[in-house]
């Protein structure tokens, strides 16, 4: 392949890829682990679910549909096909409308991660991160 067919293919890529700013700006993305799904059961197998929705979770993803957001789950289990396909009963199981579930995290206006970190600036990051390297010692 020469480099000019290279440079095309290449652009042909990106442009499938379009991020659709619009889209981004109306959707919220839920962790499923720990977020909706309450996590108390011990891990099994990405697509063995034990454990029952977070207590009023449901009603807020349903009110944020209501509204015209569109939510997205995003899930490690989602990584291989029983995985995401236990997710999507599970969801089905407990009365969630139909949601997209990913693996990878999607172009949001908002993340809602039971183990995120808020970055602010890197003077703060370097400060918490030596408080965690402290305590795990």
Do not use: C
């Amino acid at each position: 392949m020469t480099n000019n067919e290279q440079e095309m293919t290449n652009e042909k890529v990106y442009m499938n890829n379009k991020i659709d700013f619009d889209k981004a700006s109306r959707t919220i993305a839920f962790d499923f682990d720990g977020v909706i799904h309450s996590n108390t059961a011990s891990w099994v197998a990405p697509e063995i679910i034990k454990g029952s929705p977070i207590q009023g979770i449901r009603e807020i993803i349903l009110d944020l549909i209501e509204q015209g957001f569109i939510v997205v789950v995003f899930s490690s289990r989602a990584r291989n096909r029983l995985g995401r396909l236990a997710i999507i009963e599970w969801l089905k199981q407990h009365s969630f409308p139909y949601i997209e579930v990913t693996s990878i995290k999607p172009h949001a206006t908002i993340y809602i991660d039971d183990l995120a970190y808020r970055f602010t600036d890197v003077e703060t990051l370097k400060n918490d991160l030596d408080i965690i390297k402290t305590g795990a010692n």
